[in-house]
């Protein structure tokens, strides 16, 4: 069974940034693509940006620009650098092994206006 473990979310006025971190219990890390997703209140879980194991990575069109995903395999950790925050991006934010199915528990971005 694989643990993802995510950290860094929190309450931001808009226009910040914050740091998301998810720490994986496997070294097959390095194996997976990985992603973060995201669910506001009321509203489905989208993909936010992903990243394959040779460092390729993907994003929703509403984050280009302002997110960057990137991972340490050395670490086993995967992280999303998220800038110029605004309102809508509220939510609490998934880390996922999508390949394997497995997921973190989630950690909660507030952006105030």
């Known amino acids: 069974q694989v643990q993802l473990v995510e950290s860094g979310g929190g309450l931001v006025q808009a226009g910040g940034s914050l740091r998301l971190s998810c720490a994986a219990s496997?070294?097959?890390?390095?194996?997976?693509?990985m992603a973060w997703y995201r669910q506001a209140p009321g509203k489905q879980r989208d993909l936010v940006a992903s990243?394959?194991?040779?460092?390729?990575?993907n994003y929703v069109d509403s984050v280009k620009g302002r997110f960057t995903i990137s991972r340490d395999n050395a670490k086993n950790t995967l992280y999303l650098q998220m800038n110029s925050l605004k309102p809508e991006d509220t939510a609490v934010y998934y880390c996922?092994?999508?390949?394997?199915?497995?997921w973190g528990q989630g950690t909660q971005v507030i952006v105030s206006s």
């Open positions: 990243i394959t194991r040779d460092g390729n990575t």
């Open positions: 496997t070294s097959r890390f390095r194996l997976y693509t």
């Open positions: 996922a092994m999508t390949e394997a199915n497995y």
